[in-house]
């Protein structure tokens, strides 16, 4: 057994299960490099990811489960529970070796899958309900912080574009430090030195009624603690998202 380590990202973790199968090994424990204590395990096999390998994976998934299972481990990745990657391992695992599980809610790790798919789901029908909007001076642009309990950010985008499908708007995490921008087009998620972020600000440091708006935007982007956005913005790629149900209208 061996720890395995990945870069943070959905399509990394996918690479480590890849390879694992590949190896013939079950690992101790998989983190990600954002966590791991320099010298402490020096011993750990890190994995280079691999997009083609990961869609294989997920592909072997959905075969297995009617398509239901890509949908359901992305959950559980985003969920950010602690252990997950381990418990997403032994599910996909299972379902190798027994065939279509899911409905076995017998299985330890179909129920703890369920478990997290139902805090994920909790915490999107939190955001859709509670996240509010304020118009930025001068910009023709609404801006809004959630403060999520997991990774819910790229699973909420789709509901506020249908909402405000003619308005400009970010939403920004500020627990993980990055946020989606809509532009009446497309979303994209944005990093904290967009220099978009930078022209909101400027044209609206003035009114009074925004200083609290920023002040939390600032004191999210100036936190260490914060995780690496850039991590957080591979966390599923578009070429993966044909695979996920709440995507397939895009």
Known sequence: MATY?????????LTVIFRAFEHRSIPEQIISTE?????????????????LLAERVLRGIDKRTDNRGSRLIYHM????????EMTIFHLVKNLVDKGDILSNFGNPYVAKAYQMDKMIGREVHRMHAF?????VADADMYFAIINPSC????????????RYADQKWIIWDAVRNYGIYYDLQREIFI???????KTLVESSKQEDCYQQLWVDYFNSVNIRERKNTKLH???M??????????????
């Open 77 to 84: 990745f985003l969920s950010e529970q602690d252990g997950a």
């Open 191 to 197: 990093e904290p030195d967009h220099p978009l972020l």
């Open 35 to 51: 966590y791991k204590q320099l010298g402490l395990l020096a011993s750990a096999f890190t994995v280079n990811t691999d997009e």
């Open 233 to 235: 913005l591979r966390h």
């Open 151 to 162: 990774n819910v950010l790229p699973l909420i985008g789709e509901h506020f574009v249908k």
């Open 5 to 13: 380590c990945y870069d943070g990202s959905f399509e990394g973790l």
């Open 131 to 135: 996240v509010r909007f304020q118009k």
């Open 237 to 250: 790629p578009k070429r993966y998202w044909r695979y996920l149900t709440e995507k397939h209208s895009r």
